[in-house]
């Protein structure tokens, strides 16, 4: 978006016509998640066994808990930091920004610890029986014990950018 369109979607484009311009990038990131899951379910139920499709829908809250702390730090920071770029403030813009990216970090690292630690309770207490445990373990290893980092940075910079421009 050149720098006169974001004059123009913030100054005098009509308030409906200007949410759904900002609404749009997010739905398709919301939707990309949302076939992402359903091909993994679809693969997954390719191979006959229950358990397994069973295992990943107990496992599916764990993974939109990253959804929700990239939402915190991406969202949020990005908020924040447009605002900031909007009064001037250039440098707080710089130091927020740096700290919703070292927060995210801090905390998919945290999160991932937390589940790689807790996993066999935490997964019990969503419902896993002892013929999904091993399914939803190995589940729950790769796509959020090691697959946070990743997956909440990359989320958090999208929402970053987005709000940003």
């Known amino acids: 978006m050149k720098t006169n369109n974001k004059k123009e979607l913030f100054e005098t484009m009509p308030v409906p016509r200007a949410i759904a311009a900002m609404a749009i990038p997010t739905i398709i990131s919301q939707l990309i998640n949302l076939i992402y899951n359903m091909v993994d379910t679809f693969f997954i139920g390719r191979t006959g066994n229950s358990y397994m499709v ?19 730090f991406g969202i949020g920071g990005g908020s924040q930091v447009a605002r900031m770029i909007g009064s001037g403030r250039d440098e707080d813009a710089k130091k927020v920004s740096a700290f919703s990216f070292y927060c995210t970090i801090a905390i998919a690292v945290a999160y991932s610890l937390l589940i790689g630690l807790f996993m066999t309770p935490i997964l019990k207490l969503l419902g896993a029986s002892e013929s999904t445990m091993g399914y939803a373990k190995q589940y729950v290893w790769l796509v959020v014990v090691i697959g946070s980092l990743p997956t909440i940075l990359s989320m958090m910079g999208a929402h970053m950018l987005r709000n940003v421009g």
């Open 54 to 72: 069973a295992a990943v829908t107990v496992a599916f809250t764990l993974f939109m808990m990253t959804i929700a702390f990239s939402n915190l």
